[in-house]
Structure formats: C-alpha cells, structure tokens
C-alpha cells in the first residue's frame, strides 16, 4: 500500500482558513499570488507536504501561535505535483499560520488558472481569465492540500484592472482603488467550508443581469459584453431550480450568493464552483426566440445539473474521486427531477431512456467497469467523468427512487445530507440513510449495481398461469463463456388478461423465478415505466403476443422493446428481419424518443454496411420514414407538442440524408434560402435538418456559406450548429479543409475535437479523416484540452472494415491515451462489435 501513499497527502497538518491574494497579468498571462493558510499541525513536524504544480515559490514562513516566525524553503517535486516546505526547526503541534508568496502562468489548457479570449463588437481579441479545478487543478493555481476531503474556509483576493469584472465563490465585501495603478483589490467574503476544487476566480470584461432572488440568495447570470441578451433563460431555469431544489432537499441554498458565468472556452460543460458556477457558452447563453426546444433543453438540464451540485457535491462533498459517482449520478437524476417540474410538456424523463440507453451501449461491453472502483492517481479520476459515472449512475439511482417510492427515497436524501453538511461522505452513508428511513435492503440492492460492472438481461416466457424471469448477464460479444453474475433486479411487471392490467413489482434475487398470476395473461411487460437498468428478452410467443397489443404499451416500453431488440441484433442474439420486422410496426408513432432510436439505429449501420448495400439502407429509410414526413408536414401544426415539432425536424433530416430522398433534399435547400432571408419564416425546429441536409449534398459555395455563418455566429448555438455541420460535406477537397481546420488554431480548442470526431463518422470521409490523425496526432495531443482525446478518438466506431479495425489497435497500442483510457478500449471494443456485425448484415441483405 506504500505506492498509494503517493497521492495521498499526510494528514499531520491540516488547511483550515486559506487567505489568498491573487495578481493576475492579462498581457503577459502570468499571475503573482501571497496566501496565509491558518493550518492545525496535529503531531511535531519539520516538513509540510501539499500540493503545487506549474507555480513557482518564491518565500514561505510559518508563524506560531505566540507570534514566532520561522522561515522555510521549498523543494518543488513536478512529477507529483507537490511542494515540500522544510524548515529549520521541528514544527511544535498546534495552531499556526503558514505564509506562500508564489508565482504562476495563465496556462491555455483550459485547466487550472487558465486563459480564454472572445472578439469585442470592434474585432478586437479581448483576454480573460477563468478556473477550472476539478478534479486535482487548484494546485496549479495556489499551493493547496488539493484532496476533497480537507475542506477549508476560502477568502479571496483579487487585484484587477480597473475596469474589469473580478468574481469568486462568495460575495464582494469591499472594493478599494489603488492610486496610481489602474488597478483595484476585489476582497471577497469567507466561503463556506469547502474542497479546493470548487474554489474559483473569474477576471474580464462581463455584463450581468439584474439579480433574481432564488433559494433565498441573489442570482446574476454573467455573460462577455455583447452577449446580455442571450441570458434570460438560464436565469429562468436557475432561479427555477434553485427554489425547487432548496425545497427537494429541505436546506436553504448554502452560498451567499451565486453567479451563473459563460466562459469563452471551456473544456466540459460546467463546473459547480460553489457560489460561481462557471459554463461553456452553448450550456447557458441561449436565444429564446431562435433556438431549438433541444437547445432550451440542454441548457435547462445543465444549469440544473449545477444548481443541483451547490448541496450535492458542494455542501456533502465525496471522501475521495472512487465517491466522484455520487456526485455526478445525483446531480443528473436531480436536474432530470427539475427540469421535469418546471417543464412537464418536455417528458424529461421519457427523453432519459435516450441516456440510459447510452449507459447500457457502453455497459454491454466487457471492457466496462463498475460504476464505483478504487481510485487511486488523479489521472484516474479525471478518466471518470464519463456515461458511466453520470448515466448509468443516475439510472440507477431512478430505478431506486422508483422501487422505494419517491417520497421515502427524498427522506433519506433529506437525512443523508443534513448528516454531513459542510462535510465529507462515502456511497455507504447515502445507503445508511435510505435504510433508516425506508426498512428497505437498499445497500445489497444497489451494491450489487454499483460495485459490479454490466447489466443483467431478464428473459421471460411462459410458464402456467404466469411467466418464468430468468437473469444473465448482457453482452454484446459473445465468446461462450457463463457467468454467475447476479444482480438484486427490481422487476416491474404489468400483464393483461381476460378480466383486466394485473401490476406487479418483485425484488428478483435469484437466477430464475417464476411469478404466477391469478389468470393466464395475454401479454406480458417487464420493466413496465422503463424505470429498469437491464434489457428484456421476450420468448417469440410473449413477443408475438405485445406486437399484437402495442396499444397497451406507453411510450416508453415500446421504446425498450425497439431499443432492446437493436441490441440483440447487434449480439447477434436475433437476426436483422426480427428487428426490422418490429420497426415496421413503428412508422404510425408520433414519439420522439422512439424515432430516435430508430433512426440511430440506421446512422449505425451506414457505418457498419458495405458501399453497395448503402442504396438498400436508403430505400428503407424513404420507405419507413417518407410517409411520416408526409403525414407531420414541414410545418407546425396549431396545437402541436413541441416535442413533435423537433420529431419533424429528425424525421426531416433522416429522410433527406439517410434517406437520399430527392424531393426532400430540394425542399431543404429552398426552405434554407428562405431561412437566410428570413430566419423567422421557419420553424426553428427544424432549422436543424435543413443545415444537415445542405451539408450532405453541399457543393463549395455552401460550405463557404456555412464557414462564414460559423464565423459570423451571434450566439454560440448557430456557431457550433454552422461549425459541426462542416463535417458533413463530403466532397473530397471539403473534407480536407475540415480536417485542416480542425488543427489550424481558427477553431476554439473546446471545439476542434467534437469537429473532428464528426469527421470520423462521415462515412465519405472517414478513411481520409484516419490517416490524418495517424499524421497528426502529437499536435492534436498538444492542441486539445486533455479531457477531450478519448472523447474525440469515439470517432474511431466509424472505421468498420477488418482491416481498418486491425490498423485502429495498432495504432493506439503504440499511443497510448493519458486520460481516458478505459473509454478508448470501449470504442475499440464497439467497433469490433461493429465489425462482427457487418458479417451478418452483408448475409442478409445479400440473401
Ligand atoms: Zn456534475
């Protein structure tokens, strides 16, 4: 155990109080830094040990109780990220202040205090500065005891240009101007007891809104200049939030304030500073008027995955990054609850089976893992910000929630909380909680979800007057061996008979189990709501029997038994005329999620079908999906579900691509022109479709169009709708600017490698798109944020042939990816899936 040591600091001094004073140089991109920690040194010592990486340390002391002052020095150690401070004399135990003047750089990865430029209205590049800290960062910033569970008190100092915006985690108590320097000092109040990696400090030009009282504290979403009118609805859907939230968990909102704040450039979508949450532009700064309800949505969710954090996460922070699952799964299961509330014509939790089914794509693979696993490097946890971790965490927490009924599992939540407030906590306090409050086997339940990696498939049949439910183990390759993996499943059962719906819900524990009904059903559901994280096997007679009373199933069942029936089809478990057989009996649905996962399904297998089977795929796409365009029409329809509106926009876009169809390909174009005179002439949901479709069949002079709208973009969804799309042309000379672009330094380095994963994806494109990484991969490395490779290499399932796939592991056995490993073995895994696949796709459709 001595190696794990090495990560973790020792605990004979502890933070308590950190004052920091922070100079940060927009011209040169340095910063200066001074910061008195008051710490509590528990045994005598002659050294401290914490953590600092990319700074330089200039002077440190550390002053006693009485007032003594001893001198130290510092032994940088890089390769740990840690400092060493050694001083002359054995530190006594006690109180004690200890005294840093440092140094640092505005770095520009996007990590740590970091670096981010916009263009003024005048086309001047404008330089600001941000943090991002999570997972281990802050050490990059100040020296820190940079772990979660040594939780300290944080007072801010900033000293800034004049006229500049300065922000933190807590309120400003007092501005002073300093003559002489153009500069002033922003001092900010104490912030709640907290972990290192929810500190922040945020310096530039901004606008902010008015402040909306919300959960009992003042909220302003900050935005660069210019970019005002963009922020009514996050400011909406933050102070919705926070006032739902505060009710959900019964604590009033722990800061003293909170600020929503859009970033230029930012690697993930948000980060849950406590008091400053800080955002890329896309998850917060939104046109209400122009953007789709999907593009609403995702802000929505994202600042109520935020605002759901300041208690979860912020407030009960986890131990150690193995907890880091609690955070994330919770914080998506809340915004889910929010969102739901405040927006109950969306069907949040019907548009979740799309995520779930994410989840259980990557969990079907053997190169999975548990959702909660010992971490020990950071590199590690930063590796675990992934489906994983949020998706399936979250689902199977709402599988939970719906086995304990709502209202005990928000008690537990309730208890949970109130017990470690200002604290630290591991996954086994939550489950304490929930059983205190609900007498319910909850830790054996969910252990056996959270510690165990996978999901079980429950096969059903027949059997006297009920149905036997057998467990096994769901995977996508299939190499003959048996495991004896079992989970405590909850089963929700609802059968018709003769005389009316029979519902039922079962703890199944065991492998096999049969349930017996008063009165011999006619069909069976399991997993009725689709609440379940596992996928159903229906015996061909319980199959036949609901494809004969689809009527009876909600939207969301039929979605698992499309859902799941794909599947099987990939593992080759049924065949393809089983799946497509089901779709047929799918092209009267008006669902969004259900066509969804339709026509996934399809863009699945354009990458996995052979160039002369691709007209086959094309006709059945027209033929499924012409007569629903038919039937929706190209525009709204007075009375319509939003929802139906954006269902339009898909069907759209697949018919017009996928599809091939002619009439629709020149409809798009005319309705395009029309958007570009007048943007307000078009439904805004479909807008979308008509870009997808203009890039599919795009000559140069469109592309042109589109490089210019990107660049031109007033707000950040047309910038990366215009952006993206670019990666769809498919004429050879385009493709190559592409990928040129992708790597020339125009496009913001959050960006450039989501643009060239959708390169990969392009069938016309992808082998080009391939070489091109192979020639280009160092600069990629050094370029892109590093949380984003194993994001952007997802483009690799694309590359289904034999032997590209035997290329692609040759290539990333000799180049490793840092962070992100796991993921990268699973896209390697998906395309072998992939490839198992074409073989008998080819045979049917060629017999
Ligand atoms: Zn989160």
């Not at 011209?27 to 330089?56: C, H, Y």
């Amino acid at each position: 155990m001595a190696q794990d040591k090495l990560y973790r600091l020792p605990t004979s001094v502890i933070p308590q109080r950190y004052e920091l004073k922070l100079t940060p140089d927009l011209t040169r991109w340095t910063f200066a830094g001074q910061e008195k920690i008051s710490v509590t040194i528990t045994e005598p010592a002659r050294d401290i040990l914490l953590n600092a990486a990319e700074l330089e340390l200039h002077r440190v002391s550390l002053k006693h109780a009485d007032g003594k002052i001893v001198q130290g020095r510092a032994i940088l150690d890089p390769e740990n990220e840690r400092a060493k401070l050694s001083f002359a004399e054995i530190l006594p135990a006690g109180r004690a202040e200890l005294l840093i003047e440092f140094s640092g750089i505005l770095n520009d990865k996007l990590h740590g205090f970091y670096r981010s430029t916009y263009k003024r209205a005048d086309g001047q590049d404008q330089p600001l500065a941000s943090t991002q800290f999570e997972s281990t960062d802050a050490r990059r910033a100040f020296p820190c005891w940079d772990e979660p569970a040594l939780k300290a008190v944080f007072q801010v100092t900033l000293v800034v240009d004049e006229k500049l915006t300065a922000i933190s985690n807590a309120r400003i108590i007092r501005e002073t101007h300093l003559d002489g320097t153009g500069k002033k000092e922003v001092i900010f109040a104490d912030s709640i007891k907290m972990s290192t990696y929810l500190v922040a400090f945020i310096v530039g030009e901004f606008e902010a809104t008015e402040a909306v009282s919300a959960g009992g504290a003042p909220l302003r979403v900050y935005a660069v200049p210019g970019k005002k009118l963009l922020t009514r609805f996050a400011l909406d859907i933050g102070k919705a939030s926070l006032d739902y939230f505060s009710r959900y968990y019964d604590i009033p909102y722990p800061g003293d304030k909170l600020d929503l704040i859009a970033i230029p450039d930012f690697a993930s979508g948000a980060m849950e500073n406590l008091g400053a949450i800080t955002f890329r532009e896309t998850a917060l700064l939104v046109d209400v008027e122009k953007a789709t309800r999907a593009e609403l949505e995702r802000v929505a969710d994202v600042v109520s995955h935020e605002n759901a954090h300041m208690w979860f996460g912020d407030l009960v922070t986890m131990k150690w990054w193995n907890g880091l699952w609690l955070n994330e799964a919770f914080a998506t299961f809340m915004e889910m609850l929010a969102v739901d509330a405040w927006r109950p014509d969306w069907r949040r939790w019907d548009s979740f089976t799309i995520s779930r089914a994410a989840a259980m794509q990557v969990d079907g693979l053997k190169s999975t893992r548990p959702i909660e696993f010992p971490v020990e490097r950071p590199e590690e946890a930063a590796g675990m910000f992934d489906v994983l971790t949020y998706e399936k965490g979250a689902s199977v927490l709402r599988m939970l929630e719906q086995y304990l009924g709502a209202d005990a599992f928000r008690d537990g939540i309730r208890v949970y909380l109130k017990r470690h407030q200002y604290g630290n906590a591991e996954t086994t306090d939550l489950w304490d909680a929930l059983e205190n409050s609900t007498a319910q086997p909850v830790r054996t339940l969910m252990d056996s979800w959270i510690f165990q990696p996978g999901y079980p498939l429950i096969t059903v049949e027949k059997h006297g007057r009920g149905v036997r439910l057998s467990q096994q183990i769901f995977r996508y390759l299939q190499d003959g061996s048996i495991s004896d993996q079992r989970w405590y499943v909850p089963i929700f059962l609802r059968a018709g008979s003769k005389s009316g719906i029979i519902e039922q819900t079962l703890l199944l524990t065991e492998q096999e189990r049969t349930v017996e009904f008063e009165e011999s059903p006619e069909w069976v559901v399991v997993n009725a709501g689709g609440h379940g994280f596992y996928r159903v096997g229906y015996s061909h007679q319980l199959l036949d029997a609901l494809k004969g009373s689809l009527d009876q199933l909600s939207s969301v069942e039929k979605f698992g038994l499309v859902n799941d029936t794909w599947a099987a089809t990939l593992a080759g478990l049924v065949g393809p005329s089983d799946y497509l057989s089901l779709v047929d009996l799918m092209g009267e649905e008006r669902d969004l999620n259900i066509w969804a996962t339709i026509i996934g399904s399809c863009h699945q297998l354009e990458r996995i079908l052979a160039e002369d089977q691709c007209a086959r795929l094309s006709q059945r796409v027209r033929m499924l999906v012409g007569p629903a365009v038919e039937r929706f029409g190209w525009s709204t329809k007075d009375g319509e579900r939003e929802l139906e509106s954006q269902l339009r926009g898909d069907l759209i876009a697949v018919l017009g691509t996928l599809g091939e169809e002619q009439n629709c390909q020149q409809r798009a174009r005319e309705l395009f022109a029309r958007y570009e005179k007048a943007p307000n002439a078009i439904d805004r949901n479909i807008v979308p479709a008509l870009v997808a479709i203009v890039a599919h069949t795009g000559t140069i002079s469109d592309y042109e169009n589109f490089y210019r709208r990107f660049k031109d973009a007033t707000t950040p969804q047309e910038e990366t709708r215009f952006l993206f799309a670019l990666a769809n042309f498919r004429e050879p000379e385009l493709i190559e600017r592409t990928l040129d672009l992708a790597i020339n330094g125009e496009v913001r380095t959050q960006n450039a490698p989501y643009l060239f994963r959708g390169v990969l994806l392009n069938r016309k494109a992808r082998a080009k798109a391939w070489s091109f990484m192979k020639a280009h991969w160092e600069e990629m490395l050094r370029q892109y944020p590093d949380n984003s490779i194993s994001r952007m290499c997802e483009g690799i399932v694309g590359l289904v042939t034999p032997e590209l796939e035997k290329e692609v592991r040759e290539f990333f056995a000799a180049h490793p990816v840092k962070q992100g490993s796991k993921q990268l073995e699973q896209h390697l895994e998906r395309l072998q899936v992939a490839v198992a696949c074409q073989k008998r796709w080819t045979d049917f459709l060629r017999g």
